[in-house]
């Protein structure tokens, strides 16, 4: 009786890279003698990379394949039956073993950079009633990372392994946003405003068999980010909006999430707060 081993190996990788260097958006509004409203301001830096890796080798060894290949090798000597015509004790060198040997592995890795990513909204009216809308301004660095690997054929003696990681980087240098308004004996309302800088990294794998190592590491930095709005009334009666400004890392780990926010925004559950 032989044995068959059917070798079968199989990777992927995946890597993606986005970076920013000094993205900037600039609004100035001038309103002099000139009623009127501003509509509402949108400004956005964005820095996103995916990587997605996996292998799907699937070994299915079929022993009757096998025996009629061992068949033909062997030669073809007589088989002898027994009186149901059962087939019994064939000498042409059929296997009635087979065994699948599978090595797999799958990497996948994002790096999501933002180098001084800004947004400035300035807004001045003298003389100029009238109502400002919303601005919103928001600079993020996303990286997503991840890596499966297929399981191993299900029939048959199998052996194997099987592996996967990810990583994921997202990193913001000096994000900042900054909203400014001016009246002078210019009556009305300003909008509300938003402002958020977020580094966001998530990594996930998952093995095939168990039989080799997962590994899945996310991070996620920013250094000095800063928010600033500025509301400067003179003679202007009128209501200012609510100012959200929050800066945020979050980094995600097999589902596993770890967030930070800082600058006195309204904090997610789990979450640590910093006044900044």
Same mark, same amino acid.
């Given at each position: 009786?032989?044995?068959?081993?059917?070798?079968?190996?199989?990777?992927?990788?995946?890597?993606?890279?986005?970076?920013?260097?000094?993205?900037?958006?600039?609004?100035?509004?001038?309103?002099?003698?000139?009623?009127?409203?501003?509509?509402?301001?949108?400004?956005?830096?964005?820095?996103?990379?995916?990587?997605?890796?996996?292998?799907?080798?699937?070994?299915?060894?079929?022993?009757?394949?096998?025996?009629?290949?061992?068949?033909?090798?062997?030669?073809?000597?007589?088989?002898?039956?027994? #009186?149901?015509?059962?087939?019994?004790?064939?000498?042409?060198?059929?296997?009635?073993?087979?065994?699948?040997?599978?090595?797999?592995?799958?990497?996948?890795?994002?790096?999501?950079?933002?180098?001084?990513?800004?947004?400035?909204?300035?807004?001045?009216?003298?003389?100029?009633?009238?109502?400002?809308?919303?601005?919103?301004?928001?600079?993020?660095?996303?990286?997503?990372?991840?890596?499966?690997?297929?399981?191993?054929?299900?029939?048959?003696?199998?052996?194997?392994?099987?592996?996967?990681?990810?990583?994921?980087?997202?990193?913001?240098? #000096?994000?900042?946003?900054?909203?400014?308004?001016?009246?002078?004996?210019?009556?009305?309302?300003?909008?509300?405003?938003?402002?958020?800088? #977020?580094?966001?990294?998530?990594?996930?794998?998952?093995?095939?068999?168990?039989?080799?190592?997962?590994?899945?590491?996310?991070?996620?930095?920013?250094?000095?980010?800063?928010?600033?709005?500025?509301?400067?009334?003179?003679?202007?009666?009128?209501?200012?909006?609510?100012?959200?400004?929050?800066?945020?890392?979050?980094?995600?780990?097999?589902?596993?999430?770890?967030?930070?926010?800082?600058?006195?925004?309204?904090?997610?559950?789990?979450?640590?707060?910093?006044?900044?």
């Amino acid at each position: 009786m032989a044995d068959t081993t059917i070798g079968a190996s199989q990777s992927a990788q995946a890597d993606a890279s986005a970076a920013q260097n000094g993205p900037s958006n600039t609004n100035v509004g001038v309103q002099v003698d000139t009623p009127g409203s501003q509509p509402g301001i949108e400004q956005q830096n964005t820095a996103s990379a995916n990587a997605s890796a996996g292998t799907g080798v699937e070994v299915t060894p079929a022993s009757s394949s096998a025996g009629a290949q061992g068949a033909e090798a062997g030669g073809t000597a007589a088989q002898p039956t027994d #009186t149901a015509g059962t087939q019994q004790n064939g000498s042409g060198g059929a296997s009635d073993a087979s065994a699948a040997a599978v090595q797999q592995h799958a990497a996948a890795h994002a790096d999501a950079s933002q180098q001084a990513p800004s947004n400035t909204n300035v807004s001045v009216r003298v003389h100029s009633p009238g109502g400002n809308g919303p601005v919103t301004q928001t600079n993020a660095a996303n990286a997503v990372a991840g890596a499966e690997t297929g399981a191993p054929g299900p029939d048959g003696a199998v052996s194997g392994t099987s592996d996967a990681s990810a990583d994921a980087v997202a990193t913001q240098e #000096t994000p900042s946003n900054t909203n400014v308004t001016i009246r002078i004996f210019s009556p009305g309302d300003d909008g509300a405003v938003t402002q958020t800088n #977020t580094a966001a990294a998530s990594a996930a794998t998952s093995g095939g068999n168990g039989a080799g190592g997962q590994g899945a590491n996310a991070t996620a930095r920013q250094d000095a980010p800063e928010n600033t709005n500025l509301v400067i009334r003179v003679g202007s009666p009128g209501a200012s909006g609510p100012a959200v400004q929050t800066s945020t890392t979050s980094e995600t780990v097999d589902g596993t999430a770890a967030t930070a926010t800082e600058e006195g925004a309204d904090a997610p559950a789990g979450a640590s707060e910093h006044a900044g």
